[in-house]
């Protein structure tokens, strides 16, 4: 069993385990044995989100990358896709990413990148953790090479000339007025400034981290006010991305929200239209909703299903071929652009769709009927859960009562102390009963 990684990296309570500079440091060190391969000069590019403790295990890591004799680039706070960017464009041999993505400002999170510019297989990320458990961690470079580190002026620059190529040629977005939340977080700099130079007019929210802000009452977890502001400004469209800008959810001219699924949808029949489509299908997560998997059989197309993790859809879509995939929270993967979930290319997309087609965004953006679905999340604080045989007894019982009209799943969080319950169905008020009975389980529990 893996200690250190999760789902999407490393992630936790900043300052504690494992997320403390002294970890950050171990890690920096194993990860740059790892990938020290070759004569040649080796690179790592470093991002960040706005939380305050970027301050804290930024410096850590590139104190470990610089004494196992690698250079670093420092980028600032910029979103998670611009890391995997540019990890790629700098022919680094890996890229980091100091964030916790959705979760609130206590936590932080390291995400690694090959370079490639993927995130990092569970093998690689063995490796790492066998080295910072003592196993090879990294021999320290002599003084004369020693790594250094500098900071990349134009890292913004050059990732906003990349999510504005993927908006096809002959198009702007000119006489659309657009709400965007960037959640006091990584994109609160570049989100505004693509939808200005693309033609929008464009009403910011969440730009003004102070690095205790960030996620809190904004962005895809908290859209409610990026909702309010469309109807208020009376705008044609809104899109609130989180933390790190690997996700998004949007909002129609009514305030209406889009989820995941939708826009997966909606993508995916643009691109079959457009003969832009690859691989024969879509990849979604076990999350997805029926509907979703309806829809797409609906176009003649398959429906792949993976665990949950935007890493997972990624490498399904790598194996079969497939250029669109993604999970209904947000992250849409578009394999043409980029290497991961990126929020602000996948609202792009969106938008080509609603400038040619012309029409508002509450008719486009509504591709499919979602089937009733209901996801509730129970905080708990150590144990096991999920090994309790009151609630397997439980979760048993939930499956006989939904049989097959429906479909559950109770899985712990990879990236937070939580258990998440989801159950879908024909009949809604089934739906609630089931995941109700599921959720006093566990907290008796």
């Known amino acids: 069993m ?19 500079a002294e970890t950050a440091l171990a890690v920096a060190m194993a990860a740059g044995a790892e990938f020290l ?5 080796h690179l790592v590019v470093i991002g960040k989100d706005t939380r305050l403790s970027g301050y804290m295990l ?3 890591l590139t104190a470990g990358f610089i004494s196992v004799g690698m250079d670093v680039v420092l980028l600032g706070p ?148 990026m909702q309010a502001a469309v109807v208020a400004e009376g705008a044609d469209f809104g899109l609130a991305l989180d933390g790190d800008a690997d996700r998004v959810v949007v909002s129609d001219e009514h305030g209406k929200l889009v989820d995941g699924d939708q826009l997966i949808g909606l993508v995916a029949r643009s691109w079959r ?58 992250h849409i993967v578009l394999s043409d652009y980029a290497t991961t979930g990126d929020g602000q290319i996948a609202a792009l997309q969106v938008l080509a769709v609603l400038v040619e087609r012309g029409g508002p965004a509450s008719e486009i953006c509504h591709v499919f009927d979602p089937l009733p679905q209901v996801l509730k999340n129970v905080r708990f604080n150590g144990g096991a859960p999920l090994e309790d045989a009151r609630v397997l007894d439980a979760i048993h019982k939930a499956e006989r009562v939904l049989g097959t009209a429906g479909r559950l799943l109770v899985r712990k969080s990879g990236t937070e102390p939580v258990v998440r319950v989801m159950a879908e169905g024909e009949d809604a008020a089934l739906v609630d009963k089931v995941v109700a009975s599921i959720i006093e389980t566990i907290e008796q529990v």
């Open 2 to 20: 893996r200690k250190l990684f999760g789902t999407d990296g490393i992630r936790g309570t900043a300052n504690s385990e494992p997320i403390t």
């Open 273 to 330: 239209e457009s003969g832009r489509l690859r691989g024969g299908g879509v990849v979604g997560t076990v999350m997805a909703n029926l509907g979703l998997e309806r829809f797409i059989e609906g176009l003649d197309l398959d429906f792949v299903r993976t665990p949950v993790g935007d890493r997972y859809v990624v490498e399904r879509m790598r194996d079969g071929g497939y250029n669109v995939g993604g999970e209904q929270s947000g």
């Open 58 to 60: 930024e410096p850590a």
């Open 78 to 225: 910029l979103p998670t896709p611009a890391v995997a960017m540019l990890t790629r464009s700098l022919r680094a041999d890996l890229g980091v990413m100091v964030s916790a993505s959705h979760n609130p400002y206590q936590d932080n999170g390291l995400k690694l990148f090959g370079p490639d510019g993927y995130k990092l297989s569970d093998e690689v990320e063995r490796a790492i953790e066998q080295r910072v458990g003592g196993k090879g961690g990294g021999a320290l470079a002599p003084p004369e090479h020693l790594g250094h580190a500098e900071r990349l002026d134009d890292a913004a620059g050059r990732y906003m000339e990349f999510v504005k190529y993927s908006f096809p040629k002959g198009l702007r977005l000119d006489g659309l007025k657009i709400v965007v939340d960037c959640a006091h977080g990584a994109a609160y700099r570049v989100a505004p400034k693509v939808l200005y130079e693309l033609g929008a007019e464009v009403i910011a929210l969440g730009v003004a981290p102070n690095g205790a802000n960030i996620n809190s009452e904004c962005g895809a977890t908290s859209p409610a006010a």
């Open 37 to 41: 391969r070759g004569d040649h000069r």
